[in-house]
């Protein structure tokens, strides 16, 4: 049940998620136009969310911000991460309820038996689970009203199996969490520091030969403002459940289209400001 607890809040929190990951598997397809349309919904959704972070910035009052809490293009980041953390957490939780289970006070139970069996104990004098114990029998005779009750030594062959299960299931949930705090530390690294974010998008532009010396600032703001960690993170996600040509073509149409956008803000800006300049100077006149 533990394990199922960071699956449901990812389903939850992830909304559309799924759906750009679906759309990432049927892009790898060799059907073009299958593969167009899959490239057409990343591209929407990515910049739809650019869209978002742009009115959040747009937003002048600190209370309008503080409601909307994490900004839109760091909030599916936020959930990676605390899922992440949560499946650590279940990681960590199951070692220590095996140690309550067990009965032991050490939550190193397999290295101690393994410190055990590499100092040459035998397994039968190494394990915490008793091999041979005491058992209380009664036994009612013919004749007698109160059964008679007999102290026996009693052999338990099912600890021999059970206390290797346990062993395996320790070392198991232990490998398990050093892998996915490794795994979590990697992607926090190239998905939150800014300057990993930066190199990561600039490969792929610089792939497709549309990054200029000029245009590296604007590459800076591109990822920084548009793309955000989520973004980042989608695409790093996308290359790997498809391929990087995939992620390629994504991220060569969000900058292609930014650079347009760029220009035709700028020429509206020139021509709003030429016809200022023109309105003044007929009233002058």
């Known amino acids: 049940m533990l394990s199922w607890v960071p699956y449901l809040l990812w389903r939850v929190g992830s909304k559309r ?9 049927e892009a790898s397809v060799p059907d073009r136009e299958l593969r ?3 490239i057409s919904c990343l591209v929407a959704t990515l910049e739809e969310q650019a869209e978002s972070t742009a009115r959040y910035r747009r937003m002048t009052s600190g209370l309008k911000r503080f409601l909307c809490q994490l900004r839109p293009n760091t909030r599916i980041t936020f959930l990676f991460f605390i899922v992440r953390f949560c499946f650590i957490g279940n990681s960590v939780g199951q070692i220590y309820l095996m140690k309550h289970f067990i009965g032991t006070n050490s939550t190193m139970f397999g290295v101690e038996v393994l410190n055990d069996i590499v100092s040459g104990k035998d397994w039968e004098t190494s394990g915490k689970f008793p091999r041979v114990t005491f058992c209380t029998v009664r036994v009612r005779k013919m004749g007698q009203i109160k059964p008679a009750s007999y102290t026996l030594q009693c052999v338990l062959p099912i600890n021999y199996f059970v206390e290797k299960v346990y062993v395996f299931l320790w070392f198991w949930f232990v490998i398990l969490t050093c892998i996915t705090l490794l795994s979590t530390i990697h992607w926090a690294f190239n998905t939150l520091l800014p300057v990993r974010r930066i190199a990561y998008i600039k490969q792929y532009i ?7 010396n000029t245009e590296e600032r604007d590459c800076t703001r591109f990822v920084n403002n548009n793309l955000g960690p989520d973004g980042v993170l989608i695409l790093q996600v996308v290359s790997r459940v498809s391929s990087d040509l995939i992620a390629l073509d994504v991220t060569a149409t969000l900058w292609s289209n930014y650079r347009h956008a760029k220009i035709t803000g700028t020429e509206e800006d020139i021509n709003r400001f030429l016809e200022t300049v023109n309105r003044n100077s007929t009233t002058a006149v």
Do not use: N
């Open 206 to 212: 610089r792939a497709i030969r549309q990054l200029s």
């Open 17 to 25: 998620l799924p759906i750009l990951l679906r759309s990432a598997k």
């Open 36 to 38: 167009q349309k899959a």
